[in-house]
């Protein structure tokens, strides 16, 4: 069993920056492949990006803009936007699924989820 915890969301000005993190409870995090996604209202849960020990992978709107990490240290992965645009509006949440998961990216490919944050971005 994985606990994920989201914070860092927030209102920030188009153009502006923010980082997310999400803390992991347990000791197998470096076990798993974590990723973030996305969700604006009336719309679908979005893969905004990947990472596994083999590096990261991100949706293509996002590549350039955003960037993902991990510490396995402090069970912790990170999500750095920059640039951020109103469309960028949506609550974010983390995940946790298996390395050699199918379809990693969609939500179908993770087990675990956090409760989410929410980012807005004003124009």
């Known amino acids: 069993q994985v606990q994920l915890v989201e914070s860092g969301g927030g209102l920030v000005q188009a153009g502006g920056s923010l980082r997310l993190s999400c803390a992991a409870s347990?000791?197998?995090?470096?076990?798993?492949?974590m990723g973030w996604f996305r969700q604006a209202p009336g719309k679908e849960r979005e893969f905004v990006a990947r990472i596994t020990s083999s590096g990261g992978a991100y949706a293509n709107s996002m590549k350039g803009r955003f960037t993902i990490s991990r510490d396995n240290a402090k069970n912790t992965v990170y999500l750095q936007m920059n640039s951020l645009k109103p469309e960028d509006t949506a609550v974010y949440y983390c995940?946790?699924?298996?390395?050699?998961?199918?379809?990693?990216?969609?939500?179908?490919?993770?087990?675990?989820w956090g409760q989410g944050t929410q980012v807005t971005v004003s124009s």
């Open positions: 995940a946790a699924g298996p390395i050699s998961g199918s379809y990693w990216w969609t939500p179908a490919g993770y087990d675990y």
């Open positions: 347990g000791r197998t995090f470096s076990s798993y492949a």
